[in-house]
């Protein structure tokens, strides 16, 4: 078998494992699904992708203003996460990296890159508390809401799932979900996975790459 033909068969077999294979157990951590795609190889090049994974979406953020993915980020690439403000399990570990990686990358490369969270949970991530809580602890990372029919575009598009797990006695929903980082290049086209674990060097240097 070529090696393309071996590259073209792994990403098939990817094709019928959900992309949300990275979840959270009910105490928040991370946990594997018994099939669970791969970890992916440092900077996420994968090649050509064969799953009609992506799309544009249009949100708002965290000071109310419409964000239209075909226009406001064209040109840069985008480290796009999806995950929710008061998340105790991989979310702050993955948006921690991508905020390092920013710090990695020659200033004038790090401008060119914006790193954007949607959330998973519009009911609870108002305006108010991206631009508050998330902000707070995550603020070079653009957080994105808007109604539910607009998040499910995008969670749709990036075939993410989640799931309640439970509520805490705070009153807080604890939710199982897709927890890919995504690389979008100029257009805002995938190009490239890595696993919420990856490390800031690794992303930083998928980033470079496509700068």
């Known amino acids: 078998m070529t090696g393309r033909a071996i590259v073209c068969a792994i990403f098939l077999t990817l094709l019928v494992i959900p992309v949300s294979a990275y979840s959270h157990d009910h105490n928040g951590h991370t ?5 669970a795609m791969p970890n ?3 900077g996420g090049d994968m090649g050509a992708f064969p799953a009609n994974i992506g799309g544009p979406f249009r949100l708002r953020d965290a000071d109310g203003r419409n964000v239209d993915s075909r226009q406001d980020f064209t040109g840069r690439v985008v480290m796009l996460f999806f995950g929710y403000a008061r998340c105790p399990g991989i979310c702050p570990t993955a948006l921690d990296a991508m905020e390092h990686a920013l710090d990695l990358l020659p200033g004038e490369k790090a401008g060119k890159v914006q790193p954007v969270m949607i959330t998973i949970d519009p009911e609870h991530d108002t305006a ?3 631009r508050t809580d998330f902000s707070r602890e995550h603020p070079r990372i653009m957080g994105l809401t ?9 969670t749709d598009a990036y075939k993410i799932n989640k799931v309640l797990v439970h509520t805490t006695a705070e009153g807080e929903p604890v939710y199982a979900h897709g927890s890919w ?3 979008l290049d100029g257009g805002g086209n995938l190009s490239g996975i890595l696993p919420p674990n990856a490390s800031a060097e690794d992303i930083a240097s998928a980033v470079g790459r496509r700068l």
């Open 31 to 35: 946990a594997h699904a018994p099939h």
């Open 40 to 42: 992916v190889a440092p």
């Open 128 to 130: 108010e508390i991206l």
């Open 146 to 154: 808007g109604s539910e029919a607009q998040i499910k575009t995008a």
């Open 181 to 183: 980082i995504y690389l």
